[in-house]
């Protein structure tokens, strides 16, 4: 009996193992649904996993122990990459979030974790690496061009380009691009609606407007020269977000929408300043490129004689990508605003439909509104997954700045730096140790509301392990 009993479990068992290969062979990590992952079984690494929805298209990939492949629908959420095959000791997959016409994030429910290819334009509100309309970038690999400032410091407008995560909680940064907006003789001071004009072009400032050298408005004085980082809002207007009152460069500088275009005499106007640009040097645009509603930066080497600013220089201003899927945060003035559906930032046409929105009441959403959004490029539109609503002209809104590090040049609690920003902590709330555990190398994380006379006025400190 034993001697017939040995070759018929042999027989089983190479059964079962082909059995096993055919199901292998035909992909055992197909996706079904909406949130559901593909998986697989065998040995080696897992290629890529696919999931289509609507119009969107996602990619996923899967590292361990496990071999297969698989391909799923992905339902009405939008398109997400489906989890990498496992099997034994696998580990888990991950998804590369793509573009959505559904939700609005570009995000499905299946896929966590790798990170997409983003632009980030806004103001620095933080230091350690950088902290970019609240999204803190990692700068460790990342290359800097600083103009107008011996380095990046908070309020500063900038660019970042490099990848975010589906949920735009983190990114890793390659390039930070940062350039003053404006620079010229003040006029026209109103300190109670916190408003002045720069060679023709408005200024408005607000509760998050950081003042490099100065305690406020009531310090600029008509007809000095200061500088400006800002945020373009409607042609001929600025919000600013950071304020030096004493540049060490008097070169006048102007940027915003391109109006009144003559390409025949070879001007333009940015608010109410003529800008003669038939002996500028281009960069960043061709002189071909040149529009109507295109937001550059002029520069130039004398003030400007009978409203006409001379330039040596015509930037493009930070660009705003466009292709389909590319994953943009944008921090800027609301204009052309028609629903939420339907408005614009920095130029740029914006559908927060599917967002979420915080910050304030969706019934707030207007033009003047300073917001931030992020989410994923569809057809030229942002399609927004998050809107944060900053400031509502006449109502405020909340002001946060960031400084993660060491601390340095200690004097006092009401005197340290961070990251080279001057930090003030006497009032502070502390967490993981008190104010006298401050000195110089201790890792620590500060908070504060607002930047005066260049000095961060912290709420909280916490102290890094």
């Known amino acids: 009996m034993s001697t017939m009993k040995t070759p018929r479990r042999l ?35 897992a290629p890529a996993a696919t999931a289509t929805g609507g119009d969107s298209t996602g990619t996923g990939t899967g590292t361990g122990s496990g071999t297969g492949s698989g391909t799923g629908a992905a339902g009405d959420s939008g398109g997400a990459g489906g989890t990498g095959s496992t099997g034994g000791d696998a580990g888990a997959g991950t998804s590369t979030a793509g573009n959505s ?6 995000v499905g429910s299946g896929g966590t974790g790798v990170t997409a290819d983003a632009a ?11 902290i970019l309309n609240g999204l803190r970038y990692d700068t460790d690999s990342a290359t800097f061009t600083i103009e107008d400032a011996t380095g990046l410091q908070i309020g500063m407008s900038a660019r970042v380009a490099g990848k975010v995560d589906e949920n735009f909680t983190s990114g890793i940064a390659n390039q930070v691009v940062s350039a003053a907006e404006l620079r010229g003789a003040v006029s026209n001071i109103d300190v109670p609606a916190g408003t002045f004009v720069v060679m023709g072009i408005g200024v408005s400032i607000d ?6 050298d100065a305690n406020g408005l009531a310090d600029v004085q008509a007809g000095s020269i200061i500088q400006v980082w800002g945020l373009p809002g409607a042609p001929g207007t600025l919000r600013a977000t950071r304020i030096q009152v004493s540049p060490t460069v008097a070169d006048p500088l102007a940027t915003g929408a391109v109006q009144s275009l003559d390409k ?8 109410q300043l003529t800008v003669n640009y038939g002996t500028a040097v281009f960069a960043g645009l061709d002189e071909s490129s040149l529009a109507n509603g295109v937001v550059v930066r002029a520069r130039g080497t004398t003030a400007p004689v009978g409203g006409v600013l001379t330039a040596t220089k015509v930037q493009g201003w930070y660009a705003i990508p466009t292709s389909d899927g590319v994953a943009v945060q944008l921090a800027g003035v609301i204009t052309d605003f028609v629903s939420r559906g339907s408005f614009g930032v920095l130029g740029t046409p914006v559908d927060a439909t599917n967002a979420q929105i915080t910050g304030g009441p969706v019934g707030s959403l207007g033009n003047g509104v300073k917001v931030e959004a992020d989410g994923f490029m569809s057809g030229g539109v942002l399609v927004a997954k998050k809107l944060r609503i900053r400031n509502v002209p006449g109502t405020g809104g909340p002001a946060s700045f960031t400084l993660i590090g060491a601390i340095g040049a ?31 190398g201790r890792k620590v994380t500060v908070v504060g509301d607002r930047v005066v006379d260049g000095v961060l006025i912290a709420q909280h400190v916490t102290f890094s392990p």
């Open 264 to 271: 025949a005499h070879k001007t333009f106007m940015l608010g």
């Open 120 to 130: 980030g334009i806004g103001a620095a509100d933080g230091l350690g690496s950088i």
């Open 11 to 45: 027989l089983l068992g190479l059964l079962s193992a082909g059995f096993l290969a055919l199901l292998l062979s035909c992909g055992g990590g197909g996706g079904s649904g909406g949130s559901m992952a593909g998986f697989g079984v065998g040995t080696g690494s």
């Open 101 to 106: 016409n559904t939700d609005g994030s570009g």
């Open 410 to 440: 200690y004097r006092s609690p009401a005197d340290f730096r961070v990251r080279g920003q001057p930090v003030d902590a006497d009032a502070a709330v502390f967490e993981n140790g008190t104010k006298f555990d401050l000195r110089n």
């Open 207 to 212: 509760s998050a407007t950081v003042w490099g």
